[in-house]
């Protein structure tokens, strides 16, 4: 079973910069689609940016020009840099990949256990 490992996460301040990774762990031959997805308190789970195996991109209007997702295919590693970070970008952070294919069986859906970003002064 291939599992999501998140990492970086803590407190910062606003305005300051973060750096999140997602690290997929097991024998994988190949994963598409990697995002990340946050939930802020009493709130639903929202897109972030997502990342295709091309390295295409997408990302939420609110965090455009702000945060930057990257991916290294070697590592399985999908990554996402946070700058310019607000208040309303605190929340827990979740790595997803849409389809993970290993030497056994594909997954999809996969989701990593979040880590929390806190931005405060």
């Known amino acids: 079973q291939v599992q999501l490992l ?39 789970r929202e897109l972030v940016a997502t990342i ?5 991109t997408n990302y939420a209007d609110s965090v455009k020009g702000r945060f930057t997702i990257s991916r290294d295919n070697a590592k399985n590693t999908v990554y996402l840099q946070m700058n310019s970070v607000e208040p309303e970008d605190t929340a827990v952070y979740y790595c997803n990949a849409g389809r993970i294919h290993t030497p056994t069986r594909v997954q999809f859906e996969v989701w990593g256990q979040g880590t929390l970003v806190t931005v405060s002064s």
């Open 6 to 44: 998140e990492s970086g996460g803590g407190l910062v301040q606003p305005g300051g910069s973060l750096r999140l990774s997602c690290a997929a762990s097991g024998s994988i031959f190949s994963i598409n689609a990697m995002g990340w997805y946050r939930q802020a308190p009493g709130k639903q």
């Open 52 to 56: 295709t195996s091309g390295g295409t």
